[in-house]
């Protein structure tokens, strides 16, 4: 099956070979065609050009006169949960901490009691809703980590609601298990026990259900430490789950060493960077993911995203989705953040948000415009550049979806 789309305005994210992640300067490096076509060949892109498109074609596609970019790649997200938590939003904004709404019982807490009270079909439900949305929104790969289920059972059940979403929706879902969030109450003064646990049984049974290709913990001042984030990424290596971890979100944790030194694919949040931070992510295979929309939501500063760029790091940006923290799984605000917030440059925010997204999750052959990759492509509103995209904040610039080369909305 060959379809050609036509009369593009603007094609963005073209590299002439398939790249894995984009690093300092080459985050700019991106090419762009202005009056254009595209052909996909069953899922994948098999070529591009000014001028007359190719005549043969089973599907025509008209873009009138729109733009095209890679679809986004969010590789950090919580999109499964039950009920949202605006009582806490009001706590914070009357002055609460994010850590004394935590020791309240609310926060983490509050969300895995609601989501061990709900079935997998409401959860299954709940989330397809969201994760449609974010479709329709320009996401065509999204990362869905667990860790509102706090007992076995119930983070069985959201990894059973991953693979249910991933088996439904036109979107590349990756499963990560988010194992040690947050420290059940039972478990108060024992996180040692709970770790352990976690490791010798929790790991295991996920990774023998094949329901996870990550694992993730919360390394964070009042959560979990250093050392149980060495426990986890070993356990998760034994059984072949890579890490992907929160780390420096609230305080200088250790968190990005410790996940450098694991071999953690990717480093999240980072709020709290300085130059130990960069130094330990440089030359290593570790993605950095900075999830403003995070920062902004809990009035925190961002994180030095200029600073690890010029200093030669690749960036990824991702929503960070959850009721607590980022209730919003919407990539176009998060480019504003990035550009406004931590002065990224607009292509260096696309860029992080699509093909940096991709590597963050392990997926190789998506996230730019290149002959071999998946055509997952966001058709937007005609603009002369795509910084119209972060500038134009809160205006909807997305009118159509294509994933696997098949339009979607
Ligand atoms: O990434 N901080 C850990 N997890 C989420 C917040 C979870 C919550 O508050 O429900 C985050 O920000
Ligand atoms: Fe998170």
């Known amino acids: 099956m060959v379809t050609i789309i036509e009369n593009i305005g603007l094609l963005w994210g073209i590299s002439p070979t398939l790249p894995t992640r984009l690093q300092g300067e080459e985050m700019r490096s991106l090419g762009k065609l202005h009056n254009c076509w595209l052909s996909i060949e069953d899922d994948y892109i098999s070529g591009y050009g000014e001028g007359t498109p190719p005549a043969a074609a089973d599907l025509r596609i008209d873009a009138r006169g729109g733009a095209i970019i890679p679809a986004f790649c969010d590789s950090h997200t919580h999109i499964i949960f039950a009920g949202t938590r605006e009582r806490e939003f009001e706590d914070k904004i009357s002055g609460l901490s994010y850590e004394e709404i935590a020791r309240r019982g609310g926060g983490i807490l509050n969300s895995a009691a609601r989501v061990q009270k709900a079935s997998e079909q409401e959860l299954f439900e709940a989330s397809s809703e969201r994760l449609a949305r974010m479709v329709a929104d320009g996401t065509g790969s999204i990362e869905i980590k667990s860790g509102y289920g706090l007992t076995l059972e119930a983070e069985l059940k959201m990894l059973r609601t991953a693979a249910r979403l991933a088996e439904s929706s036109p979107a590349t879902i990756k499963t990560t298990f988010l194992c040690a969030h947050a420290l059940p ?13 976690v490791c010798r049984e929790w790991i295991p049974a996920v990774a023998a259900e094949g329901l996870a290709e990550f694992v993730d913990l919360f390394c964070e001042q009042g959560f979990f430490t250093t050392d149980h984030a060495a426990r986890v990424m070993e356990a998760g290596a034994k059984h072949g789950l890579r890490a992907k971890i929160h780390a420096n979100q609230l305080a200088f944790s250790g968190g990005v060493q410790a996940g450098v030194k694991g071999g953690a694919l990717s480093v999240d949040h980072l709020e709290s960077s300085g130059p130990a931070e960069i ?4 030359g290593t295979a570790t993605m950095p993911t900075l999830l403003p929309s995070a920062a902004f939501f809990l009035r925190a500063p961002y994180p030095p995203a200029r600073e690890m760029i010029d200093s030669g790091l690749g960036v990824a940006l ?28 607009p292509e260096e925010a696309l860029a992080a948000a699509t093909i940096n997204g991709a590597y963050a999750m392990g997926l190789h052959d998506r996230g730019t415009i290149s002959v071999g990759a998946r055509a997952d492509l966001a058709l937007l509103r005609p603009m002369d550049s795509v910084a119209y995209l972060p500038y134009s904040f809160g205006e909807n610039c997305i009118q159509g979806m294509i994933l696997g080369g098949k339009p979607i909305v």
């Open 185 to 197: 109450v039972e478990y108060r003064g024992r996180a040692d026990e709970y770790v352990a646990m």
């Open 279 to 282: 130094e330990a992510l440089l």
């Open 318 to 345: 991702a929503t960070d989705y959850n009721p607590g923290t980022s209730p919003s799984g919407y990539m176009p605000l998060v480019l504003t953040m990035a550009t406004v917030g931590m002065r990224m440059m």
